[in-house]
């Protein structure tokens, strides 16, 4: 087994720190009393509940920003969504050989986000939201590009890291 660099390291290190705020900044945005409480009451009706809040019509949240721009805090909730996954996009191919195929990096991006969001349709830790989990993905892919960008990565190296998994 190849020993990690110090710079392999650094960047796991990072990813894990992002990690953490993002699942701060997402599931445990209340203060902590209100969470004690929520946990404090979770049951059947608090399940029900996140079903009834939930938003499973794609773009109907988005549009809902857009129609009232002038009321809501739509500006924050929309770019806030998407640049919030950018590092997730970014960092992944560097913690994660297989990451750097725009398909694994996805569905590495999706099945994040979608747990996040289910964890907040059970627990009232947040509303489900499938607006998120596009603008949350939307924000990775830019963020992929990016390091595709930046670092100069071409085409033929995803293929190969595609080509390994076959094999």
Same mark, same amino acid.
């Given at each position: /087994?190849?020993?990690?660099?110090?710079? =392999?390291?650094?960047?796991?290190?990072?990813?894990? /720190?992002?990690?953490?705020?993002?699942?701060?900044?997402?599931?445990?945005?209340?203060?902590? @009393?209100?969470?004690?409480?929520?946990?404090?009451?979770?049951?059947?009706?608090?399940?029900?509940?996140?079903?009834?809040? @939930?938003?499973?019509?794609?773009?109907?949240?988005?549009?809902?920003?857009?129609?009232?721009?002038?009321?809501?805090? =739509?500006?924050?909730?929309?770019?806030?969504?998407?640049?919030?996954?950018?590092?997730?996009?970014?960092?992944?191919?560097?913690?994660?050989?297989?990451?750097?195929?725009?398909? /694994?990096?996805?569905?590495?991006?999706?099945?994040?986000?979608?747990?996040?969001?289910?964890?907040?349709?059970?627990? @009232?830790?947040?509303?489900?939201?499938?607006?998120?989990?596009?603008?949350?993905?939307?924000?990775?892919?830019?963020?992929?590009?990016?390091?595709?960008?930046?670092?100069?990565?071409?085409?033929?190296?995803?293929?190969?890291?595609?080509?390994?998994?076959? =094999?």
């Amino acid at each position: /087994m190849k020993e990690k660099t110090y710079e =392999s390291r650094a960047y796991h290190a990072l990813f894990w /720190m992002y990690l953490i705020v993002v699942v701060r900044l997402i599931i445990f945005k209340y203060p902590l @009393a209100q969470l004690v409480e929520i946990a404090r009451n979770w049951g059947i009706e608090v399940v029900k509940y996140g079903w009834e809040t @939930a938003n499973f019509t794609f773009f109907k949240t988005i549009r809902m920003y857009i129609d009232y721009a002038y009321k809501l805090n =739509s500006f924050e909730n929309l770019v806030g969504n998407v640049v919030v996954f950018i590092p997730f996009g970014f960092l992944l191919p560097l913690v994660l050989k297989k990451g750097k195929n725009f398909l /694994m990096m996805f569905l590495n991006t999706f099945l994040f986000v979608l747990g996040i969001e289910v964890f907040q349709l059970f627990s @009232a830790f947040g509303v489900f939201d499938v607006d998120d989990i596009l603008l949350n993905c939307f924000g990775a892919v830019i963020g992929y590009l990016l390091w595709r960008t930046l670092l100069g990565v071409k085409e033929e190296e995803d293929v190969s890291v595609f080509e390994e998994q076959k =094999s």
